[in-house]
């Protein structure tokens, strides 16, 4: 127990894992935002590089601005949303370690998701337009759906694992992968992901109906920072999800982070085809499925888990 | 294409451009974050001209352009008529309910009243700002920002008491018909006082674009459609089936009529896209003109379209609505059903009588 607690940074010291981190984070994103870009591009490989070529442009774009904007609240909030996603890959255990390892990971990632409520908010709000505000309530409609359902399927995941540590529960899952016993968990958590980055059939909040909502204001480094935190957060989700559902770097002859990093991928690729041949699900109706449907299922799911942890499956 | 001028590096024009649809466009051109580059492309060879514009876009002159005009200034200069209005989302706060925009120094007429009620709106976090531009009680106290006047309040459809925002919305919404543009007040997200009309109709020389033959019509809307519906796959699906099917290539186009089928199938049985659109914008069957079976509802209206696109059904029996009728449908919708609402009908393009035309504020 005392070896799977040990952080990265303990093993290459703060500042080297520190880099470390960011680096994983930033490929996160690109990875995900290059698979994003193939699938929307029916499959053609070289718009893999789009990612690449936007991030170039937007360094070199003019910064908008609108009139009577609350320019330090709407600047500071796209780039809120970048720095959450950074910080909840500092809890994924990628290489069989992560950045910092407390008795409270899932709650650190949670909180990293809750912050952006506040975030996404302040982006909606800042530039003083309507469908930059509209972009705004969509976003806090829609978490009032998925965010009850998301903190069940942690909780469900630090049940069965009996620690709130992300390297227990990659560990607790070494005979039996959390995903066989907790599926609906699994497809929820996925779901949340895709929820909190306003992604995929949850993209309403920077919907095409209203000129991209969130995002209409936004030019230059200030829309790369929420597209950019957007991609990160959901390439942390399928990172967290292997390592809360998928046993983590678990399998046989490839080395652990190659294990992490396979399973990662797939997981990314699955998640981005799902998402895109949906259509985006109106916030509105989503509350409602939110509340009667995943709200319930999700506490079922973390029922039985309890009844099979209190049957001693989980050892 | 982008979504917002934010979003746009490069603003094509086709064609010539009424008064209404140039002096909207150099707003839009106002709007978009340098490095940028305008072309208007009005007539043949248009792929090389596309090619210039990529390029002239990549020099480097085109980052020392003369500073642009202030859209203020731009919004000011439109005319007393036009000042209150903004395209699209460029400025959003452009203008409030009937407010003159001098109307500032009537502080202490019921422009400035009521504000101790206010804290139901949309705008309650600005009550607590303290950042002096953002004072919600400052605002008030002179009526105007930024040279604009200040939303007023009345009571919504559910008796509340919200702010009441002037929006036009159009004459380039992605998915709508270009030129289209809807006037209306929006509370909180509830359009009301609709009134549709197209720009520059009553413009001489307003010229409607050549129709494209029906299959393919029926798949650009659907297009169109999806996009603002939010199914970007679909929609590029559709786009691609429909710049096929006008191919000169025999082959080419066989295959387009296969995917527009394939894609039909697909839009008309999704489940989710239905659970998501049904019940929006319910027009009794009068009142489309041209009135095929099950126009209903948006979902119905985008299954007939389906039965369109795979070249099956009378291509004279695409729905169509008069602007007066769409005006009717559209009050009182929310802004993401008025949306999908327009998207899910053609519009007459003829000009119809445009009541309150010359009353709007």
């Known amino acids: ?315 | 294409m982008a979504q917002s001028p934010a979003g746009a590096d490069l603003l094509i024009t086709l064609g010539y451009l009424g008064p209404e649809l140039g002096a909207a466009t150099d707003i839009l051109w106002s709007q978009l974050p340098r490095p940028r580059h305008r072309t208007s492309i009005t007539a043949a060879p248009v792929p090389e001209q596309l090619d210039a514009a990529l390029k002239a876009l990549h020099s480097p002159t085109s980052r020392s352009e003369d500073e642009p005009a202030d859209p203020e200034q731009l919004l000011n200069s439109l005319g007393s008529a036009e000042s209150h209005d903004s395209p699209d989302h460029g400025h959003d706060l452009g203008s409030h309910d009937d407010q003159e925009m001098n109307g500032g120094e009537d502080s202490s007429g019921p422009a400035a009243g009521d504000h101790a009620d206010h804290n139901m709106d949309e705008h309650a976090g600005h009550d607590t700002g303290e950042h002096a531009g953002h004072d919600m009680d400052h605002m008030h106290g002179d009526g105007m920002i930024a040279g604009l006047p200040m939303a007023q309040i009345s009571p919504d459809r559910d008796g509340l008491e919200l702010d009441r925002l002037a929006v036009r919305l159009g004459p380039w919404l992605p998915g709508w018909p270009t030129g289209l543009m809807v006037r209306g007040s929006l509370q909180g997200d509830v359009l009301t006082d609709v009134n549709v009309e197209w720009a520059d109709s009553g413009h001489q020389g307003h010229t409607v674009a050549a129709p494209l033959p029906g299959q393919a019509a029926a798949l650009d809307h659907l297009a169109r459609f999806l996009l603002v519906a939010g199914w970007s796959t679909a929609a590029r699906q559709g786009r691609a089936a429909r710049d096929g099917l006008l191919s000169p290539s025999q082959q080419t186009v066989v295959r387009a009529r296969r995917a527009a089928e394939t894609l039909a199938r697909r839009v008309a049985r999704s489940h989710l896209l239905s659970w998501s659109v049904r019940g929006i914008a319910s027009l009794p069957p009068q009142e489309t003109q041209t009135q095929p079976a099950g126009t209903e509802d948006v979902m119905a209206r985008i299954r007939h379209w389906c039965t369109l696109a795979t070249g099956r059904g009378d291509p004279a029996s695409l729905p169509t609505i008069s602007l007066v009728r769409l005006s009717q449908a559209l009050e009182g919708l929310e802004l993401a059903s008025a949306r999908l609402a327009v998207a899910s009908v053609g519009v007459e393009q003829v000009t119809a009588p445009r009541p309150g035309t010359a009353a709007h504020g």
Do not use: C
Request: charge should be neutral.
């Open chain 1, 1 to 315: 127990m005392a070896d799977s607690a040990r952080t990265t940074a303990e093993a290459l010291g703060l500042v080297p894992a520190v880099g470390f981190a960011l680096l994983v984070a930033l490929l996160l994103g690109l990875v995900f935002a290059a698979t994003d870009s193939v699938v929307l591009a029916s499959g053609r490989l070289s718009a893999a590089v789009e990612p690449v070529r936007i991030t170039v442009r937007s360094l070199m774009e003019q910064r908008r601005t609108t009139l009577a904007p609350d320019a330090l609240l709407w600047r500071l909030g796209a780039a809120t949303v970048f720095v959450l996603a950074l910080l909840s890959v500092a809890v994924i255990p990628i290489t069989g370690a992560s950045l910092v390892s407390t008795s409270a990971d899932l709650v650190w990632f949670n909180a990293a998701e809750a912050l952006l409520w506040a975030a996404a908010w302040l982006v909606g709000w800042g530039p003083n337009a309507v469908h930059s505000l509209v972009g705004g309530y969509r976003f806090l409609a829609q978490g009032l759906g998925y965010e009850l359902p998301l903190m069940f399927t942690l909780i469900t995941t630090g049940i069965a694992g009996g620690s709130l540590r992300a390297t227990d529960i990659v560990a607790a899952q070494a005979d039996l992968w959390f995903v066989v016993t907790m599926p609906l968990a699994f497809v929820a958590f996925l779901a949340s992901g895709a929820a909190f980055a306003f992604w995929g059939p949850f993209a309403a909040p920077v919907g095409t109906d209203i000129a991209g909502g969130l995002r209409s204001e936004l030019s230059g480094p200030d829309r790369l920072l929420l597209d950019g935190g957007r991609a990160v957060f959901l390439g942390a989700t399928a990172a967290m999800a292997t390592a809360l559902f998928l046993g983590g770097g678990a399998g046989p002859v490839l080395p652990d982070t190659a294990w992490y990093v396979l399973k990662t991928a797939v997981l990314m690729v699955v998640l981005v085809v799902a998402g895109r041949r949906l259509p985006v699900l109106r916030p509105d109706r989503f509350v409602e499925v939110g509340w009667m449907v995943l709200v319930p299922a999700t506490l079922l799911q973390a029922l039985v888990v309890a009844l099979l942890t209190l049957a001693g499956v989980y050892r």
